[in-house]
């Protein structure tokens, strides 16, 4: 795993979104793994720059997100369907085709994390998965003890997840208890993966990541297992790291 610690949480931002151009710069039409939250919002904001500024293209590739929140509907302004498009998609102007979330409202999700599977080894499989990292360890919504071979399926969320997600939402209104994603097998067959990290917030998360035990306990542990990583953060999250 390669590890690039920048002062700022800016810097380790920049550093991010310049790899995912880079990438594109080079094969316009690579397949992304995507993630949402709160530390990607800036990520696709630079990227989004980038491309204006002719650095790549950003209508051409293929994207495969990590997640999506069940039973809320694309349309719905809290799901990640509507996250992508008001954070990169739309400005990218790249067409919907091209871009894949799971279905969280579809009838029978158990169909319809086969159909993911499915679709993204059709698209040649991912290759360049973009990552952030939960508090408690996970990586997509692979909360800690799940398997560390799972794939796309339904996930209940650990309390403290809801919690984290609540800012999100408008007060009073329910926070979505369970989501579709990726399983931890599913992101691991990614042909490079990139996890970024901001905020003191992530430092104990970071540190089980990198140095602790591979363990279910903190799903993201598997990482070390990967032939490929680069992990970027700041200097608040990678506090912890020995
Ligand atoms: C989002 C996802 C999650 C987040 C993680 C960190 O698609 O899969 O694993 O990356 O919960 O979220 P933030 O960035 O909001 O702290």
Known sequence: MKILIHPTSEGAV?????????????????????????????????????????????????????DEYVGLSADHPQSYHHYMRRHLFDALGVPAAQTHLPAGDAPDLAAEAQRYEARIAA???IDLQLLGIGANGHIGFNEPSSSLASRTRVKTLTRSTVEANRRFFAEGEAVPVHALTMGIGTVMDARHILLLATGAGKARAVAGMAEGPVSAACPASILQMHPSVVLVCDRAAAADLR
């Open 123 to 125: 698209a040649g499989g």
């Open 14 to 66: 920049k550093a991010a979104a310049l790899q995912i151009a880079d990438l594109l710069a080079a094969r316009p039409e690579a397949v992304l793994g995507l993630a949402t939250g709160g530390t990607m919002e800036p990520v696709y904001a630079a990227l989004i720059d980038l491309v204006a500024e002719g650095q790549c293209r950003g209508d051409r590739f293929t994207s495969f997100n990590l």
